[in-house]
């Protein structure tokens, strides 16, 4: 499966990220994006602005700018420099809540960061 997603991008085809489960894997899906060819920005536009763009939301969410709608993660780290920092969660601001990632790999039944 991951050697197709390649192949579909280098024939030019929008590659947007899904996940089966509760999203927790979708940083490890990213990574796989990035082994088979994307490059890292183009990993993260994956999960942002391609599905906003496909579903003609564009002009209000998938990127950070004045007048959109955001749901934002912090993460310590660098994800630009190393897509493995997703799994660094530590604020989640969603529907105008700010959420402590610690708290919330806890209600989850996650104990610590993975690495």
Do not use: W
């Amino acid at each position: 499966m991951v050697g197709l997603v390649g192949k579909l991008h280098q024939a030019g085809v929008r590659i947007v990220a899904g996940t089966d489960g509760h999203g927790l894997e979708l940083g490890r899906k990213l990574e796989l994006y990035e082994q088979v060819g994307l490059t890292n920005g183009e990993a993260l536009q994956t999960a942002t602005i391609v599905p906003a763009r496909i579903t003609g939301m564009d002009d209000r969410t998938g990127s950070i700018a004045p007048g959109k709608t955001a749901d934002i993660i912090l993460v310590d780290g660098d994800v630009s420099q190393d897509l493995g920092n997703l799994r660094h969660v530590e604020t989640v601001f969603l529907d105008g809540y700010c959420l402590d990632g610690a708290a919330l790999r806890q209600a989850s039944g996650i104990s610590g960061l993975p690495k």
